[in-house]
């Protein structure tokens, strides 16, 4: 969504126009999702905050100032609920949803990917399920070599389409160590999905 087009939904949010939150929750809620599933680890939780973050920015549409960077405005509001949440339900959290390592028992992270399979963004059985779900197995294993922050850096740059300046920003990181990042992280993965 372009600026533009988000700051006249947030607008007409204002006025209490309910399509235009409609029109930003679709355009935005796998961003939103993903972000509070990667700061949670835990997928009721991360739905719950995505929802509340929705509720959220409706009720605050009227203070919105457009500065040019509403993506990353979204997604440090929903970090902050994310931390609100954690401090509210004092990390008794952690476990219950996220899916087990299947040699350790411990819980794994959650890939991008693997969100998507939530009830929230449905695939719908059909051709090629099985290959959907192998590929994304191997796609899970490749990113455990993968250090947080290269995590979180392919995750904002694949899964929200933020560029390289606007990662920088949220990380607070020079620009060129985010693209250092990224690109060791994509060797990596291209290593691994090669050799496996």
């Not at 949010?13 to 679709?26: K, S």
């Not at 961003?31 to 009721?44: H, M, T």
């Not at 919105?64 to 970090?79: L, P």
């Not at 389409?161 to 920003?169: D, K, N, Q, Y």
Request: net charge negative; hydrophobic share 40%; charged share 30%.
């Amino acid at each position: 969504m372009e600026e533009s087009t988000f700051e006249a939904c947030m607008h007409r949010m204002a006025g209490g126009d309910r399509d235009a939150l409609r029109e930003v929750y679709e355009a935005y809620l796998k961003l939103i999702f993903s972000v509070c599933l990667n700061q949670l680890k835990q997928r009721e939780a991360a739905e719950d905050v995505a929802s509340e973050f929705f509720i959220r920015l409706f009720r605050v549409a009227g203070s919105f100032q457009g500065d040019g960077h509403h993506k990353a405005w979204m997604v440090t509001i929903a970090k902050n609920m994310c931390i609100d949440y954690m401090r509210k339900n004092g990390r008794e959290m952690t476990i219950l949803d996220a899916p087990a390592d299947e040699e350790s028992g411990q819980a794994r992270e959650v890939s991008p990917d693997e969100a998507g399979a939530t009830p929230m963004f449905h695939r719908g059985d059909g051709p090629g399920l099985a290959e959907q779900s192998a590929n994304r197995l191997t796609l899970e294993a490749a990113m455990q070599l993968l250090s947080e922050v290269e995590k979180e850096i392919i995750d904002l740059k694949l899964t929200a389409g933020f560029t390289f300046r606007e990662i920088a920003e949220m990380l607070q990181m020079a620009q060129g160590t985010v693209s250092w990042h990224y690109n060791e992280a994509i060797k990596k993965l291209r290593r691994y999905l090669q050799d496996g």
